[in-house]
């Protein structure tokens, strides 16, 4: 059996690997993710099963440029796993840097991502994403 933890370490490896396919792997058919902020951000709003999972990565993935995202502390409970950590990006379609903490919340089921809840500075994301 693989740890709420591990699954969640093997999510974040192949995001760095900027690899959707292997993230898709690791997400339950039913997974739910939720990332909130205002419209002008990308990727923001609330992700229901595999497919509208992967267009939520896609988009992540082509919105910005990764220049940092470090996590820094797993913290497992049972089913659940939170990370914290910082990240800075760039967005693409203006050029404008992203750097904040983050929060991540996570729910594992059958080993895979059941639930992603991201939390971070989301007035500094909007201001990148404005015009």
Same mark, same amino acid.
Request: no cysteine; proline share 8%.
């Given at each position: 059996m693989i740890a709420p933890i591990d699954v969640t370490k093997n999510v974040f490896a192949a995001f760095g690997a900027a690899d959707v396919?292997?993230? *898709?792997?690791?997400?339950?058919?039913? *997974?739910?993710? &939720?990332?909130?902020?205002?419209? $002008?951000?990308? @990727?923001?709003?609330? @992700?229901?099963?595999? &497919?509208?999972?992967?267009?939520?990565? &896609?988009? $992540?993935?082509?919105? $910005?440029?990764?220049?940092?995202?470090?996590? &820094?502390e797993f913290i497992c409970e049972g089913d659940k796993v939170v990370v914290t950590g910082h990240l800075r990006l760039t967005a693409r379609s203006t050029g404008k840097q992203i750097e904040s903490d983050f929060v991540h919340v996570i729910s594992v089921a059958d080993e895979k991502w059941l639930l992603f809840r991201d939390f971070m500075n989301t007035v500094e994301a909007a201001k990148a994403f404005s015009a």
């Open positions: 396919d292997t993230i *898709v792997q690791w997400l339950h058919p039913n *997974v739910r993710i &939720e990332f909130y902020g205002p419209a $002008v951000i990308p @990727y923001a709003g609330t @992700y229901n099963g595999l &497919e509208q999972a992967r267009g939520f990565f &896609e988009t $992540v993935l082509s919105s $910005v440029d990764i220049h940092q995202f470090d996590p &820094e």
